[in-house]
């Protein structure tokens, strides 16, 4: 079976507490996943402060807009030395290429369908396809143009690892430890997502939250040996 790593989502609004929050974390964890609001709220200085520690960045802004304009904003992602950006596979084909096109360039994940959708959902945003058949032909589409990964709900994650083997490299979200009872249904735990086929696994609220998050980790961790 692949081998699956954690990503901590740095989900925090102030440079403080995610750096409060790499001090605990940063004997296990190596992969520390940097979203919009950070980022908006304190800017490259998050992915400093990550790398200063010794970590890893996947800088999760989600990028969607004209390929020009994306490829510019990978580039100056690729300067700042982070390991993986996200970028929505909707946003198409030449977008991906663009930025596969670059010469010095971080991995770059697409976004297949994210989970906060449902059935209605996706079809009263424009996609008639099902979620299912949306995810597959997105991740296609990502593969053959430049994708070094694909990020989807663990849910997915089996079918995309079936149809395309060792040949894809999966990133999930969705993730929560069996002890923890909350509202997230769709959720999987960390040995599920592994067993699913998942490379990497992001988990944010069920560490952050954690009275002990180092241990929270070391749990997940523990999962998904
Ligand atoms: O739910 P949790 O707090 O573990 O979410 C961790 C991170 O995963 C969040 O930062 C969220 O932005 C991200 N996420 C994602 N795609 C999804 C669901 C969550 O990138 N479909």
Redesign the pocket.
Known sequence: MQKTELIA?L?TDTLKSAEALIEKLKGSVKYF?I?SVLFTAAGPAAVDLVHRHGGKVFL?L?YHDIPNTVKGAVRHAAAMGVYSV?LHLSGGAEMFKACAELEKRPKLWG?TV???FDEYGLFRSGYRGGIDKTVKLLAALGLQNGADGV?C?PLEAGRLRQQHDGKITLIT????PAARGDD?KR?VTPAEARAAGANFI?????I?EAKDPAAAAAAILEDLK
Do not use: F, M, N, Y
Not at 173 to 176: D, Q, V
């Open positions: 989502a989900d996943k979203g999760d989600k996200s976004i994210l989970t906060s990020v709900s979200p969705g993730i929560r997230q959720a992001v988990v944010g609220r069920p952050i």
